[in-house]
């Protein structure tokens, strides 16, 4: 797919104050009625998430889009690769608009096309005859989804990992499952993170789990690593998962021993093994809400969710996990001057910052999401360490 960069905005919305904005993009929006449909990711600021028609997760998000009937443009306010994903799965007649080109993700960024088939040669060189299935985080590229598509394996969300490496396990789309009792090796990416966590809470050992350096020959590993891996993990992680320690949970232990501890998946493994739940941020939004009043929750996600929560659920005390900005930069690049911007020259015909995915893409990335759909599993969080001796193999 072509990469398309942001044009400046011209100056004027800059300099218009907050209030004449929200006038103007209310005015916009009820202008073109049910011609639009705005999405707000979880992590969007307060001001954006006020004018979304729906809120959730990426691809939570991009279903809920396709759903729409009669939608002609559908403005996605999160960051590229989401945008991509709601191309692929509306109708083709569809326009996907990302209000800013330079929201992008760093960790979708981590794996390119060019270095997964380098890699994949690799693998398949050194493996041998033992099957290899790539699974990608919904936080990929769509060129990396193809890719995935293309190559027999699936994507898979923060709330389905499990299900996802389950069926990869079992064989996948091989047609008789693994050869004899040859357990395929999952190449799992862009965050490695993700994959440690649940591979772990599956039983498989750490050391049965390699890191996968793109930039190095074999990935930085050596042939009898990699031949031993079960799990090859790319070397990619969220830069705002990444800020939360264990040292973090320890004070929190120390000055809040009442406090509930609750992470995403996206954190270290060192993190979630000290938390006391990990799980997606649908898992963490539903936690909090059934939780009962005077509860008490420490955080590790980023901080617009959590103080969303905490404006929600006044009853509860609610702290993010760490003092640090713990907040997606590039997310933030979404404001009411880009809205809009995009929002008013919908209203004069012109469409800007579209995202379009080209037909091949499409069709494969379509394949790996369709597979996932298929997939069934037993849908548990992340949870703790499965019981000593408990393995895949």
């Known amino acids: 797919m072509t990469k398309v960069w942001q044009l400046p905005i011209p100056p004027i919305y800059r300099k218009l104050p907050e209030p004449e904005l929200r006038t103007r993009i209310a005015a916009a929006k009820a202008t073109l009625g049910s011609r639009l449909a705005i999405l707000g990711h979880h992590y969007q600021q307060d001001a954006i998430i006020d004018f979304a028609d729906f809120t959730g997760d990426s691809f939570e998000l991009s279903r809920r889009a396709a759903d729409q009937k009669g939608v002609e443009y559908v403005v996605f306010c999160g960051v590229h690769f989401m945008a991509e994903s709601a191309d692929i799965l509306t109708d083709e007649s569809v326009r996907v608009i990302l209000p800013d080109m330079g929201a992008g993700c760093s960790m979708a960024d981590m794996a390119n096309l060019d270095q997964t088939l380098d890699a994949w040669a690799q693998l398949k060189e050194v493996s041998g005859d033992q099957p290899i299935i790539p699974i990608t985080y919904m936080n990929s590229s769509a060129a990396i989804k193809a890719f995935v598509g293309e190559h027999g394996g699936a994507v898979c969300t923060s709330s389905n990992c499990r299900n996802v490496l389950e069926w990869a396990f079992k064989g996948g789309e091989l047609p008789e499952g693994p050869a004899g009792s040859v357990t395929p090796k999952i190449l799992f990416f862009p965050d490695q993170h993700l994959g440690r966590n649940t591979a772990y809470a599956m039983g498989v050992p750490l050391d049965r789990m390699i890191v996968w350096d793109p930039k190095q020959d074999l990935g930085g590993n050596t042939e009898e690593q990699v031949r031993n891996a079960i799990v090859v993990l790319w070397k990619g992680h969220c830069s705002v998962h990444a800020l939360f320690r264990p040292e973090h949970i320890d004070d929190v232990r120390r000055n809040h021993p009442n406090m ?14 000290k938390a006391d739940m990990a799980g997606s941020t649908a898992y963490i939004v539903k936690q909090v809400e059934a939780a009962p009043p005077g509860t008490e929750w420490a955080i590790g996600t980023e901080v617009h969710l959590v103080n969303r929560l905490k404006q929600q659920h006044p009853d509860q005390k609610i702290v993010v996990l760490s003092d640090c900005q713990c907040l997606c930069t590039t997310m933030y690049r979404i404001d009411l001057p880009h809205l809009c ?20 893409t499409r069709k494969w990335a379509t394949v790996a999401l369709q597979r996932m759909l298929a997939i069934k599993g037993t849908g548990n969080p992340i949870g703790k360490q499965q019981p000593a001796g408990t393995t895949v193999d």
Do not use: S, T
Not at 260 to 273: A, G, L, S, T
Not at 351 to 359: G, L, T
């Open 260 to 273: 509930k501890v609750i992470v995403h998946p996206e954190c270290k493994w060192e993190v979630v093994q």
């Open 341 to 360: 911007w995009v929002l008013e020259n919908l209203v004069d015909g012109k469409v800007v910052n579209e995202i379009r995915v080209d037909a091949h």
